[in-house]
């Protein structure tokens, strides 16, 4: 899918990704954007104040249908209780995870010598996405003797 222009404004973003404008999507997307790296049930969790009754299985509606629209992408880090989502960047970059705390913050692009990327074999298989997440402990955890 194209990715939509840039653009700040929730609503103008779901026009011209082809979406419907909802109030239960306004504030996913929002809310999105100001948490980035965040499950569906912290999403949930956000938007309730906005929303009074919004259901957690809206919301993972929401986060599918703004997922499929390239409005937002999925993060699947190893170990993960859940999927976590963020506003999509239509860029190339990496996650790292702090593995006491949890906490994911965006990695721009390797540099230096490149992972591999490319299997060597694709046993006959379409390779949709490669992924590189570096696993650390972040200066906080580690400071409390976590690490």
Do not use: K, W
């Not at 948490?35 to 956000?46: I, K, N, V, W």
């Not at 249908?65 to 506003?87: H, I, M, N």
């Not at 721009?108 to 402990?137: K, N, Q, W």
């Amino acid at each position: 899918m194209t990715p939509a222009p840039v653009t700040t404004d929730p609503a103008d973003q779901l026009r011209r990704a082809g979406l419907r404008v909802t109030a239960q999507r306004v504030a996913v997307l929002d809310a999105l954007a100001r948490h980035p790296h965040a499950s569906a049930d912290e999403l949930h969790r956000e938007v309730q104040g906005s929303i009074a009754g919004i259901a957690l299985q809206t919301v993972h509606g929401v986060v599918g249908d703004l997922t499929e629209a390239g409005l937002a992408q999925r993060v699947s880090l190893p170990g993960a209780a859940s999927a976590l989502y963020e506003v999509a960047a239509h860029d190339n970059h990496h996650h790292i995870q702090c593995v006491i705390c949890g906490r994911v913050e965006d990695v721009e692009c390797v540099v230096g010598e490149a992972p591999c990327l490319e299997p060597s074999h694709t046993h006959g298989m379409r390779v949709l996405e490669a992924s590189v997440t570096f696993r650390a402990i972040c200066a906080r955890c580690e400071r409390n003797g976590n690490g």
